[in-house]
Structure formats: structure tokens, C-alpha cells
């Protein structure tokens, strides 16, 4: 198999793909830099909610990013949220660990910047999500592949 042959399979073009490689890589580090300062902190602390939503975000924006989800956008704007949140919080704490994790987060919203069309996140936000649908969906039987 050729670099061509191989560029040919791959539904993104060589310079998406890298630039998708070098925002997980970046995802990790933040996700990673986060976990520290959030294992230092008490217990009873406020402040391990704001990073767990940030840890459960990043989760969920990797693997969106896996199954090349439509959704995609809309993952990367509730992180790029999360990053924000997280670090003015790393900011207030102050130490070495947490501001390198603050740093980490705000390289981390730059990227997911180029990656989220806010206009499309808002327009799909405010006409998809209703109560109407929201009802619609709790009241859907649920049958299974495997059910009778």
C-alpha cells in the first residue's frame, strides 16, 4: 500500500487529519494536566465538580472525534465551555500544577475554536431542542435487538 493508496481510504485530507492528531494530543495533555490539580484538591471542595464536567467533556469530545460524529461541533463548543470554566478556576487555585493546567486549557479552547461553526451550534441548539421533543423521545417504547 502506497501513501497515496492510503490518503485515497481515509475520509479526511492529510492536513485535517494532522491537525486532528495534534488536537487529541492536546486534549490528552489538558485532560492529564487537569486530573493532577483536581487530585490535590479537597474533597468538599466546590471545585472538583467544575473538573469533573471539564474531565466528562473531554471524554465526550474524543470520542465524537472517534466515531466522526455529526455532533461533533456541539461537543467542541460544551468543552471549549468546560476549558473556560476550568481555567479560571486553575487561576484562582494558583500553584505551579494549576496553572499549567490553565495554560493547557486555554490552548485547548484556541483549538476547538477552529473547529466550531458557533452560528450552526446556536441555530441547532435553539430549533432541535424543545420540550415537545423532549417529551417525544421519554415516551418512545424502547425495543431491543434482541428483545421479543
Known amino acids: 500500500?502506497?501513501?497515496?493508496?492510503?490518503?485515497?481510504?481515509?475520509k479526511l485530507p492529510p492536513s485535517?487529519?494532522?491537525?486532528?492528531f495534534l488536537r487529541s494530543i492536546?486534549?490528552?495533555n489538558c485532560q492529564s494536566s487537569c486530573e493532577v490539580v483536581a487530585a490535590q484538591l479537597e474533597e468538599t471542595s466546590g471545585e472538583h465538580e467544575v473538573f469533573n464536567d471539564?474531565?466528562?467533556a473531554c471524554s465526550e469530545y474524543?470520542?465524537?472525534v472517534a466515531r466522526d460524529s455529526r455532533h461533533r461541533s456541539r461537543y467542541a463548543a460544551w468543552t471549549?465551555?468546560?476549558c473556560n470554566e476550568t481555567a479560571e478556576v486553575c487561576?484562582?487555585?494558583?500553584d505551579a500544577q494549576a496553572r499549567r493546567c490553565a495554560r493547557w486549557c486555554r490552548l485547548l479552547m484556541q483549538e476547538l475554536n477552529r473547529e466550531i461553526s458557533w452560528d450552526g451550534v446556536k441555530k441547532v441548539m435553539n430549533t432541535e431542542v424543545s420540550w415537545g421533543g423532549v417529551k417525544k423521545v421519554l415516551n418512545t417504547e424502547i425495543r431491543l435487538p434482541w428483545g421479543g
Request: glycine share 6%; hydrophobic share 45%.
Open 62 to 64: 474524543s470520542t465524537a
Open 1 to 10: 500500500m502506497t501513501a497515496n493508496t492510503l490518503n485515497a481510504d481515509c
Open 16 to 20: 485535517d487529519m494532522g491537525e486532528a
Open 26 to 28: 492536546v486534549v490528552e
Open 80 to 82: 471549549a465551555e468546560r
Open 91 to 94: 487561576d484562582r487555585i494558583g
Open 54 to 56: 471539564f474531565i466528562a
